[in-house]
């Protein structure tokens, strides 16, 4: 199981570098400084997947010889796949806000820690930033629900 993530690991970040010489190559067309942005973000985005592409070919060799252990069961999975449509429903209902605090305070604990004044600081954290961001910053309203 350990050797097939770091082989899926291995795909994914190739595939970020090849996107990543995409948008950096498509950037130098742009007019004037426009492609500043795009080029550094491409350069340090890239940077950073070559990183995490020696981190995970030197977890790959690390494992060459060792036994695999059974694959579990998809129960995880399922749980995030009904919590998406769960949490779909919650925004029509609650509210962005409201909506994405009980998503993301679920997903933390299904997902296996357990401490709930951690679990509850950090979504407050996450909506906190995702407010001062988007309405504070971009003036974009998040979609408010049918019971607020």
Do not use: D, W
């Not at 059974?70 to 806000?97: D, E, T």
């Not at 305070?105 to 600081?121: P, Q």
């Amino acid at each position: 199981m350990k050797k097939q993530k770091c082989l899926e690991e291995i795909f994914v970040v190739g595939i970020l570098i090849i996107l990543c010489i995409y948008v950096f190559l498509t950037a130098g067309g742009f007019k004037g400084t426009s492609s500043l942005f795009p080029r550094i973000v491409s350069a340090l985005t890239a940077i950073l997947c070559f990183l995490q592409l020696g981190a995970s070919v030197r977890s790959l060799r690390s494992l060459q010889n060792t036994q695999e252990e059974p694959v579990g069961s998809g129960r995880s999975f399922l749980l995030a796949s009904a919590s998406l449509v769960v949490y779909a429903a919650l925004i029509f209902l609650l509210g962005y806000y409201t909506a994405t605090l009980l998503y993301l305070c679920a997903s933390i604990y299904l997902f296996g820690y357990r401490k709930k004044l951690v679990i509850v600081l950090v979504s407050a954290g996450m909506i906190g930033f995702i407010y001062g961001l988007f309405h504070l910053l971009m003036y974009v309203n998040m979609p408010k629900g049918l019971l607020f």
